[in-house]
């Protein structure tokens, strides 16, 4: 049986290269694939099966959210792990990627938390939800920002590991590094992922330490290329961005607090950055509301206040800038809010592309998904509306209309407070 053809006509295209719109375009999908891209002059003259009309509307790739936690199920993760017997932590995960899915983003990689486990769900078609590429359990140094324990609590940091949910694992020294990251990899992460500096949401450290050795950051490099795959790491200070930089991280998220000349090495090495504005945003808002302690909003806040200037360094010295939402429970509705964010420093397209283009290669999934070109994958989002008049529009699930490989995905209920 031959494949579905389904025809986008009059669509204003914004097809994620860094090309100014085209008016009038026309896509045609066969299948799981985009067959044809065409301008106004060309229309589609065969026969399809299902016709999208665009007109006043906008039509880009499906969004890449290559920073989120799809098992931070409560937005206090302090507490998580007390709360949650694992059957309902892993239901509550699965509804939020359904709801990642309405919301535009058609692929994600998760930051640390969710395991392979989630990943063949949404293959087999038992969960509804992005493309999911995991971290499985990040690598955190005893007191590390992946370490749980408050100060006053003296038992081993496994203890504190849910079986479903904001899982991390502790290791100190290149030995310990290196089993650790093999375990992540025996049981199936597609990218390894470390903590280099503390963290807003960790009990007992500062945003501007830097944690792990360069030796022991290099150790988890090496193994997950002798995997053919690669590492991310959690940095927020210049300090911890150039150690990374170091040890060959591909991937640095945050960034908050780097500095001009840090922000040049990053773009000589090559290495990406993943900002995540959205989450100090959101929680420098809210996070009070859902229980989040008065120390960890003054973390909040500081990250929240250098976030724009650490972005601006970024751009002005050509960084690959990708991005990414770490956002945490029912805070997770505010994902598109990102690009709002970031076009404030790269303007709408640089938004969209680094959400788009950059996120799929950082991904090493270029090939397949973040453009709308023939031979790509047919992730599309069609949006109501002037986009580039109004990013808001993205936040707005009403005025969104989904296909991953070809298909509109069911609606989910919506996520609310617990």
């Given amino acids: 049986m ?12 914004v097809d994620g290269t860094g090309a100014q719109p085209r008016e009038h375009a ?3 999908v066969q299948g799981d ?9 060309q229309p589609y003259r065969g026969q399809a099966a299902d016709s999208v009309d665009c007109t006043g509307r906008t039509l880009v790739p499906g969004l890449i959210d290559a920073h989120v936690h799809a098992a931070a199920i409560d937005v206090n993760i302090l507490e998580q792990h007390r709360v949650y017997p694992p059957s309902l932590a892993a239901l509550h995960t699965a509804r939020l990627l359904s709801q990642t899915l309405a919301q535009g983003f058609t692929t994600v990689r998760d930051a640390g938390g969710a395991d392979r486990g989630f990943a063949d769900a949404v293959e087999e078609g038992l969960v509804h939800g992005p493309r999911l590429l995991v971290s499985g359990a990040p690598v955190s140094q005893t007191g590390g920002h992946g370490d749980p324990r408050r100060r006053t609590e ?3 940091p496994s203890v504190y590991c849910p079986a479903v949910g904001m899982r991390s694992v502790v290791a100190d020294g290149v030995d310990e590094v290196r089993k650790a990251v093999r375990e992540q990899l025996r049981t199936g992460a597609h990218q390894i992922k470390v903590m280099a500096s503390g963290g807003a949401m960790s009990p007992t450290d500062e945003l501007d330490t830097t944690q792990y050795s360069v030796d022991e950051l290099r150790a988890a490099v090496d193994e997950a290329t002798a995997a053919g795959t690669y590492v991310l790491a959690h940095a927020y200070s210049s300090a911890a961005v150039r150690n990374c930089i170091a040890a060959g991280v591909r991937s640095v998220e945050h960034g908050n607090l780097i500095d001009a000349e ?5 773009a000589e090495a090559g290495t990406f950055l993943v900002p995540t504005l959205v989450t100090y945003d959101a929680l420098a808002r809210e996070g009070a509301d859902y229980g989040v302690p008065a120390a960890n ?9 250098q976030g724009l ?6 751009a002005e010295a050509g960084v690959r800038i990708g991005s990414g939402s770490d956002l945490l429970g029912p805070l997770q509705v505010h994902k598109a809010r990102e690009l709002i964010l970031k076009a404030q420093v790269l303007g709408p397209l640089g938004a969209l592309v680094a959400a788009t283009r950059t996120n799929a290669e950082l991904l090493g999934l270029a090939d397949e998904l973040g453009t709308i070109e023939a031979g790509k994958a047919a992730d599309l989002l069609v949006v ?11 936040t707005d699930p009403a005025k969104l209309e989904v296909f991953k490989s070809g298909r509109r995905p069911p609606s989910p209920r919506p996520v609310g407070r617990r």
């Fill in 154 to 156: 003296h038992a081993a």
């Fill in 384 to 394: 109501d509306g002037d986009l580039f008049g109004d990013l808001g529009l993205l």
């Fill in 297 to 305: 909003i003054a973390k909040i806040n500081e990250a929240r206040e």
């Fill in 262 to 266: 840090t922000a040049r090495a990053l």
């Fill in 309 to 314: 200037a650490g972005l601006r360094h970024a």
């Fill in 26 to 28: 026309t896509v045609v």
């Fill in 2 to 13: 031959p494949d579905t053809i389904t025809v986008f006509t009059n669509a204003t295209l």
């Fill in 33 to 41: 694939r985009i067959a044809e891209v065409t301008s106004g002059d």
